[in-house]
């Protein structure tokens, strides 16, 4: 009988081991489902965030594209439209029309994603479509975005309440520049109070025109061949180019390896009608 208790003993404890390891189990992959539902896309938390890859992809069509038959092109902005709601719950995609401002390409995407896969399986489904068989890449960017690194309420607190209380009050934007910058090494070997100083002398001059031209910025070194995508959208393009001559005018600029080359214009349209305007 000694036996027996010993043996049931035994079976007890591992019957009761597996449970408690499959409890564990259980409860861990509950506690990741709402962590995952919570990176469900929202497009006003996303442009907003830290840690979102940001991919921007260039593409000029081909002659063969205005071969295709009219009718066809014209569904291939139903096509894309179909391919976006798809990924509507992982990637935020944007679309813009360049064609006509500029010789490097026709059209581009801005693509807003927590998983950079996720932005990659989208490109790489988006080039199976009608227009992307017919269509070369002219250019790919890739950042991330992160909170501010020198203007903080702790480093600069004025600058950084001016941030903070400039708010966009011009019409809704109807044109985006996206500018790359890579900076040079002896940038990046100032000391931080140094950088800082910089940077303060950058952001004081671009206060004043927040309340006509929005920006953000994406963090490329190591991702890309960059340090920096600077992404604006606005409606005054005479404000926007004085902001741009004010930024040339400071000591910060001496430290830019590339500005631009290429700066990419485009306007500011749902994707369906991006590529309507493509296929007239």
Do not use: C
């Not at 910089?198 to 927040?210: G, K």
């Not at 963090?219 to 960059?226: K, N, R, Y």
């Not at 005479?238 to 001496?254: M, Q, R, T, Y």
């Amino acid at each position: 009988m000694r036996r027996l208790s010993i043996r049931h003993l035994h079976i007890t404890l591992v019957a009761g081991t597996i449970a408690a390891i499959m409890t564990m189990q259980t409860a861990a992959v509950a506690a990741q489902q709402p962590a995952a539902e919570a990176m469900v896309i929202e497009r006003s938390k996303i442009l907003t965030q830290p840690g979102v890859f940001g991919v921007f992809t260039m593409f000029k069509l081909r002659p063969e594209w205005n071969k295709i038959p009219a009718t066809e092109r014209m569904d291939s902005a139903a096509e894309v439209a179909k391919l976006i709601e798809k990924h509507k719950d992982n990637v935020l995609v944007d679309l813009y029309l360049t064609r006509g401002l500029e010789t490097n390409s026709d059209f581009f995407f801005r693509l807003n994603a927590y998983d950079l896969a996720k932005a990659q399986t989208f490109m790489r489904e988006f080039r199976a479509t009608t227009i992307g068989k017919n269509a070369d890449v002219s250019d790919t960017l890739v950042g991330v975005t992160k909170p501010l690194n020198y203007i903080t309420k702790n480093n600069s607190p004025d600058l950084n309440a001016g941030l903070s209380s400039a708010t966009y009050t011009g019409d809704a934007p109807r044109y985006v520049i996206v500018i790359p910058i890579k900076k040079s090494a002896e940038w990046w070997n100032l000391s931080f109070e140094q950088r800082l100083k910089e940077m303060e002398t950058h952001t004081l001059p671009t206060l004043a025109y927040l309340v006509n031209v929005k920006r953000k910025l994406y963090h490329a070194t190591g991702l890309d061949d960059i340090d920096f995508i600077t992404y604006f959208e606005t409606n005054d393009l005479i404000a926007f180019n004085n902001l741009l001559i004010s930024l040339a005018s400071i000591p910060e600029n001496k430290y830019h390896v590339r500005w631009g080359n290429p700066t990419t214009l485009g306007t500011i349209l749902n994707p369906e009608n991006v590529i309507k305007a493509l296929s007239e």
